[in-house]
Each structure stands twice: as C-alpha cells, then as structure tokens.
C-alpha cells in the first residue's frame, strides 16, 4: 500500500480528525503570531479540502465506472458479531458531494476572513468556532450512524452559535444567536428523541442497519416526522425559516458563508432520511411516498413564494440575500418532493418512479451545490460593502460600482446565478427541476419560474440601489477591498461561471453518483451491511 | 461536457451563448446605421425637464424602499399577513414547529 493508497483508506477519519485537531491546536498557534494563526487555519482547511477532493475522486471515478464505490470506515472492532462500541462512517457519493460543498465554504470562508476580521479582537476564539463547526458539518455528512449524526449536529450548532454572537457589541447579533440556539436546542432534541425511538426498537444505531430493519411501524412514524421536522426546521423551510434570516443576517458574513453549509447539511439529512433510512418504506408504499412527497412539494412552493416575498421588501441587504436563501431551499426541496411524489405501480404490478423523478433529484442536488456558490458570493459581496462602507441599508447605499469595481462584477455573476439566468450553473440546476416538476403538475413548475424572475427583479434592486446611480459624496474615498476578500470572492465566482458552461460535466461526474447514491437505497445497505 | 439532457430537452450553454454573441454583433451593425450628427456633450445630450426644479445629482438616486412601491402597495394584504407571521419572537418560531409536526403527525396517520 503507498502513502496516497494509505491516506485514502483512512481519509474518512481524517477529514473530521484534521479540523478538529487544527481547532484545538488554533489557540496555542494563535499565541505565537497572528498572521502565523491565519496560515495555519488556511492550510489545515486546505488540507482538509485536499482529502475530500482525493476520497471523492476515488468514489466518483468508481460510480461512473459502475463499481461498488462506498467507502466504509470502521471506529471500533470490525466483527460485527461481538457486543462493542463502534461507529461506522459510510461515504457514499451524496456525502461525499456535501463533504466537498463544505470544506469549499470553509475554506473560502476562513481566506476572507483573513482581511474582513482583521480589525476584530479574540480572532483565535473565532477561527477555533470555525474549524469546530467545519469538523461537525463533515461529521453529519460522512457518518452513518444515527447518534452520531446528533453529536455533530450538535457540535455544528452550538460552534455555530457562538459565531452568529461573535460582534457581541451589536445586539442584535447576540439576539440572533440566542434564537439560533433555542430553535438548534429543540431541533436537536427531537432528532434524539427519534434516534432513541429507533434505537429502542430496533437495537441499531447503524443507518444501513436500520434502513434494512425499518418496519414503519407506529414508533417509525413518529421518527420519520420528528426527523424530517427538526431537520426542515434546521435548514430553513417555510414556515420554520424565520431564524434564518436573523442568523443569517446578523452574522459576520464569512460566517454567514460557512452558515450555508450548516443549512445544507441538515437539509442533507432530510434527503438521507427520506430516501436512505426509510428509502425501503417510500420504495415499498406507493401511498405513503406520494403523500410525503405530495407535502414536501407544497412545503417547497410556500417556501420559495415565502422567501422571494419578503426578499423584495427588504431594505437591509443580508437579510434580503436571506430571504433569497430561504426560496432557493424551497427549489432544492421542490425535487425532492417531485421524486417521491412521482413513484406509482407499473403495469407489472412493480413499485417504480419515471425518469423524470430522477432528473428532479438530479435538478435538487446540483441547485444544492449552485445555491451555496451563488448565495455564497453574494453574502461575500455584502460583507464586502459592509467592510467598504460600514453601511448595511440598501437605502443608504449608491453609485458603488464606480469605487468598488470588481466587488460590483462579482455582484452581476452572483446576481444572474442566483436568478437562474442563463448561462449561469443556476439556470442549469433549475432547468432540471422546472423540467421535471412540470411533467408532475405544471402549476407547480409555473409557480417556481415566475418566482425566479421575482428573484432576478430583487436582485436588479440591489444592483440599482447599492452600485448604480450618481456617486454619494460620503462614498467618495470608499475604495475597494483587501485581495483576500477579492481572492474568496473570484474563486467562487469562477467556479459558478465554470459549471455554468460545462454542466454535463458536473453533472454527469458529480451530481448524477450523488443522486444514484440516494436511489439505490438496496445497494447502500448491501455494500455496507455486507463489508462488516 | 456542454449538453446537459433534461429528459424532455437539452440545455447547451454554449449554443446560448454564441447566439447571445451575434446578437451583440448585429446590434453593433445596425447602431453603425445610425444617425451620423449625433455629437456627445453637446445640448443634444442634455437632459430636458420641466415643471419641478432640478434636483442635485445626489438627492435623484431612488432608494431600495422605493422601487418596486407599486407592487409592494398592491399586495399590501399580503405583507400585512406576512409581518404578523414574522413576529421575531423566538416562542412564535417554536410553535410554527409545532404546527408544522402535528400537519406532519395527521398526514402519515399517527394522529
């Protein structure tokens, strides 16, 4: 075994182990240089970022060869026969496709940082948050078990808090905080409550042992609903979203970037619950997927009616680009309710789904990964403005485009992806889903296009209000910000304007593994079950 | 690697793009057919108003509350129903989860 083979073996381990050890060790490097504390945090997440692209490489390259491609790691004693402790991380290729969007975002996160925090005190208490939250996102998302899915969740939310308050000078960010805390706090423990409630039934902490065991009994439907409530309510769907935009809003936002990605894990967990651990009951009750799928749909319109509402009243911009967040959650669930809506019995008598229940989960996770670049450059672009300006008001802001050049072209591309515009990676994810929701009911698809265009006419407000019109005298020496800043935002804006133009190849190399991951719920338990 | 397959379509950026490319160009051919007397920061590029005063340059920037005005004030019904949903009390945020899990609890047959 050489040393890439030896580092790819244990790479599940090391991609939680890496940040979290780097966190602990942040203060002490922190003690000795400053600038030296920032190096070390870009590389530790840089490191990190490295195993993931290597272990999904490896996964990627064996789903689109056809080959078994799971990666199970095993904390513990391998025999499955003797009673020990042990924990199983279970890479498939949807975690590994979160793990990437992650480790991205916290990388990205922690290179704006360098510049946007620099005048902030007890910067190694926050960048320790960061790799503490960044360890607990990559947790949810490589575990396959249960209970460890609550303690990263927990890890994540708590790490989480403690930056949403980080300007503890502003209360309002302190408020923010202490709602996040209490909405986490009571999400969190009905995930436990449902873990237990499976755990007492089936005596498995194991996801593809309890997948392969799941009943639907009375018990396993209350867990299923407790599951994907506190999930839904952690990332953010109508009408248990209205913590977002506090947190969201409040945070500073290369937080706020790193924020997505928590959001999106949690949303991770609706989609594993859904289609994983109760993949065999929606697969084997025709009624039972529909009606959930029929409601995750409905939830996934209000959601995105909701969030492009309210974002055309905002007047402050992050809570704006917020409720704009909020609406392009409701589009990733908008696929996922499509897949489920659409499974029916074939003439053969055969539980199956079209294929255009595929494209919408296919459409679902690549808006995921396009919903947290986009969303993702415009809260850098805010935070940018902010740092330039120190003005939040969209109505005391204009004629920026002529001080702050590039942060304004960065502005335009996260503007058009956002919008679904063509050519952005927007439009591509989004096209899938229109496509695909419309064959299921075509007001539903109507309903998500009209809300787009809602969003692109937010978002020409924005650019109206903050970068256009005549130049504002108490704007004139605002210039425009640090390279780190300008690095972070580029990389993003590159990435969109990349798989904008080459989405087959996201598509067909990344998404599509990720998608059949989660449909081929037999093969998951199988490979899992089978290799212990 | 350009063509995604939608299952009832396709989507090729690059086809949009070089159409949005000649329709740049035949723009710029048909501004070359335009009026050759024009002359920039001459009176022909002034702006011509009456009635109210001219404002300063600075004071004529419309402010993010006020675009879209006509559109907020229609649906004012419906920001009404909006505001009193988002109240920013944190006890209001739990009860919507509540409700949320017992629609949840009544559509899977639990209660």
Known sequence: MNIVDAVLAHSPALIVAVPLIGAFLTPLVSRLNDKLRNIFVILVLGLTSSLVLLLASDIFTKATQGLPSIHRYVFGSQDLALPVVRILFEVDGMSIFMAIISAILALMAVIYSWAFMKENTGLDKYYTLILLMTAGMLGMELTGDMFNFFVFLEITSISSCALIAFWTHKGEAVDAAFKYIVISAIGALFVLFAVALLYGQYNALNIAVLANAIQYTFLDKIALVLLIVALAMKAGIVPMHMWLPDAYGRAPSSVTLILIGATQASLYGVFRVCFTLYGGVFNSLVITSNTIGWVIATLAIITILMGVTMALRQSDFKRLIAYAAVAEIGYMLLGVGTRLASTYINDYGQITFPAYGATALTGSIFHIMNDALDVGLLFLVAGAIYYATKETSLNRMGGLARNMKYTSIFFIIGLLAVSGMPPMNGFASKLLIYESTYQLNPILAIIAILASIMLLAVFVKVFHSAFMGPALPKFKNVKEVSKSMLIAMGVIAAIIIVFGLFPNLVVENIVRPAADALIQHSSYITHVLGGI | ?111
């Open chain 2, 1 to 111: 690697m350009f063509t995604v397959d939608t299952g009832s379509g396709f989507w090729n950026p690059i086809i949009w793009v070089s159409a949005i490319v000649i329709a740049f160009l035949i723009m710029y051919i048909l501004r070359g057919f335009g009026k050759k007397e024009y002359k920039e920061k001459t009176g022909q590029t002034q702006v011509f108003l009456s009635g109210n005063p001219e404002y300063e340059k600075e004071q004529m920037h419309i402010k993010a509350s006020n675009i879209y005005w006509g559109f907020t004030e229609t649906l004012r019904w419906v920001y009404k129903v909006l505001q009193k949903m988002h109240t920013g009390d944190v006890s209001d945020y739990v009860l919507w989860f509540v409700i949320v899990m017992a629609v949840l609890f009544l559509v899977v047959g639990v209660i």
